[in-house]
T-cell receptor
Framework: KNEVEQSPQNLTAQEGEFITINCSYSVGISALHWLQQHPGGGIVSLFMLSSGKKKHGRLIATINIQEKHSSLHITASHPRDSAVYICAVRWKGAQKLVFGQGTRLTINP | DAGITQSPRYKITETGRQVTLMCHQTWSHSYMFWYRQDLGHGLRLIYYSAAADITDKGEVPDGYVVSRSKTENFPLTLESATRSQTSVYFC???????????????FGPGTRLTVL
């Protein structure tokens, strides 16, 4: 059983919609990362969180440490946001990241 | 070129052959990582390195060998390739991994390896 669970696995929406992708994990963490992988394959780090909320342009990431849950929101979604979004966590005291299986997002024009 | 690069980008080989995938970063990051990405499994850590001459196993190390004689290079060798090692391989680096430091991982473009 993957200790990092993302939902939904696939999400299709229309341009302009507000998007939410969720990530849940099983034990205490020191940090949570959100990554983006475009169809061409490249992986880009979007956010690293240990508490609270971060915003970059139309992307917002939040984390609730007590509930062991993080969300990635996209406002005013656009077809160029179509990608796989990956959540990864670093357990407390660990050096390695553990990855969720990703959420495939498709934004239709 | 600045950043993190991988070579080759595509490789086809045969079962039993030795294959080496190269990873080079120009930031002098201490940490480097090798991942494989397969459908249904997401990214899985093969090996990582905290500094030159320091390496450690990840989640799926069997069949792979790494070395890190220089900070900037972290080659991954498949000693005797098997079909199950057909995958996309990503190298990544980060300045640090703990506390509130610069823990962001920067990924290379990936190497698509096919073992026939």
């Amino acid at each position: 059983k993957n200790e990092v669970e993302q939902s939904p696995q696939n999400l299709t929406a229309q341009e302009g919609e507000f998007i939410t992708i969720n990530c849940s994990y099983s034990v205490g963490i020191s940090a949570l990362h959100w990554l983006q992988q475009h169809p061409g394959g490249g992986i880009v780090s979007l956010f690293m969180l240990s508490s609270g909320k971060k915003k970059h342009g139309r992307l917002i990431a939040t984390i609730n440490i007590q509930e062991k849950h993080s969300s990635l929101h996209i406002t005013a979604s656009h077809p160029r946001d179509s990608a796989v979004y990956i959540c990864a966590v670093r357990w407390k005291g660990a050096q390695k990241l553990v990855f969720g299986q990703g959420t495939r997002l498709t934004i239709n024009p | 070129d600045a950043g993190i690069t991988q070579s080759p980008r595509y490789k086809i080989t045969e079962t039993g052959r030795q294959v080496t995938l190269m990873c080079h970063q120009t930031w002098s990051h201490s940490y480097m990582f090798w991942y494989r990405q397969d459908l249904g499994h997401g990214l899985r850590l093969i090996y990582y390195s905290a500094a030159a001459d320091i390496t450690d196993k990840g989640e799926v190390p069997d069949g792979y060998v790494v070395s890190r004689s220089k900070t900037e290079n972290f080659p991954l060798t498949l000693e005797s390739a098997t079909r199950s090692q057909t995958s996309v391989y990503f190298c990544a680096s980060s300045e640090s991994v703990g506390g509130t430091g610069h823990n962001e991982q920067f990924f290379g473009p990936g190497t698509r390896l096919t073992v026939l």
